[in-house]
């Protein structure tokens, strides 16, 4: 029905000639019209496929994306309970290192306490060492003493008598010691 009325018109006002004027030439507008639908014949097909192609690559990345995401939310997920078990992980070794920090606190009080009793036996057994030096060399001194104000005493009055008794309390001690 358009068209009819198109034709009508054109038809109708042929002596006018409306087309025709300059700047308004109809006849201009009718090849653009054609080369436009020629054109749009034309590359209507590779529009097509090119918009096809475009709008399945974006359908594809999007799917890939998808994808993708998915995957990382496994991982999110998989980090987040690693995370989780963190925590406890954390908790255990801490207690772990306690007990073993108090282990190696009871062992060192005890191998301290060893060192000191090891320390004050060694020092006992010095100072009885001395002790028994001491005297010894005491008792020596108390003899050499002892044997010259016997020596002195003999010297300065000694009898007949008094050296038989010594030399019989001499004997006397020999035979003890010997036995």
Do not use: H
Not at 10 to 23: H, I, K, M
Not at 34 to 58: H, K, M, W
Not at 135 to 161: F, I, K
């Amino acid at each position: 029905m358009g068209l009819i009325f198109l034709a009508d018109f054109l038809t109708a006002n042929a002596e006018g000639s409306w087309w025709n004027y300059p700047g308004l030439e109809l006849w201009k507008f009718l090849n653009l019209v054609v080369f436009l639908a020629a054109g749009i014949y034309v590359i209507r097909r590779p529009l097509t496929d090119g918009f096809v192609s475009r709008r399945e690559r974006i359908r594809r990345t999007f799917l890939e994306s998808k994808e993708q995401m998915d995957v990382a939310l496994v991982k999110l997920d998989i980090i987040d309970s690693r995370l989780a078990r963190l925590d406890s992980e954390m908790g255990a070794i801490k207690l772990q290192s306690r007990a073993e920090a108090a282990a190696e606190r009871d062992r060192i009080v005890q191998e301290t306490e060893a060192e000191a009793k090891r320390f004050w036996q060694r020092a006992e057994r010095d100072v009885e060492r001395v002790a028994k030096a001491a005297r010894r060399e005491t008792q020596r001194a108390a003899a050499r003493d002892c044997v010259r104000l016997a020596e002195e005493m003999l010297r300065s009055g000694l009898e007949p008598e008094d050296d038989a008794r010594l030399i019989l309390l001499g004997v006397e001690e020999l035979g003890r010691s010997g036995s």
